[in-house]
């Protein structure tokens, strides 16, 4: 059965930094495109960071760019979004994904991404 389960989530000060972890387990995220996504109360849920299985190609949000870094551990089967420098909005429920569809200028979903159960990000002073 796909799992996968996110971490690293919680409350932090402007300017400071979380590092989300999105683990897979009955399947292996190498041969998957993974994305970052994020939803804030009340707006659509929007792309974050993805990388491709070949960890050669990444996409970012302008909005993030500079400030947040996609990466994965094939021995560890996790992806990993290093996010610093965060703002009050960065503040959003964050959801791994695992089989979306990217390219250095765009990050979607598919109909047959399988979904991290999110995990909330609150930037706060």
């Known amino acids: 059965q796909v799992h996968l389960v996110e971490s690293g989530g919680g409350l932090v000060q402007p300017g400071g930094s979380l590092r989300l972890s999105c683990s897979a387990s009955?399947?292996?995220?190498?041969?998957?495109?993974v994305g970052w996504f994020r939803q804030a109360p009340g707006k659509e849920r929007e792309e974050v960071a993805c990388i491709n299985s070949d960890v050669d190609t990444t996409y970012y949000a302008a909005s993030v760019k500079g400030r947040f870094t996609i990466s994965r551990d094939r021995d560890k089967n996790t992806a990993y979004l290093q996010m610093n420098s965060l703002k009050p909005e960065d503040t959003a429920v964050y959801y791994c994904?695992?089989?979306?569809?990217?390219?250095?200028?765009?990050?979607?979903?598919?109909?047959?991404?399988?979904w991290g159960q999110g995990t909330q990000v609150t930037v706060s002073s």
């Open positions: 994904a695992a089989d979306v569809s990217l390219s250095s200028w765009y990050c979607r979903p598919d109909p047959g991404t399988s």
């Open positions: 009955g399947f292996s995220l190498d041969y998957y495109h």
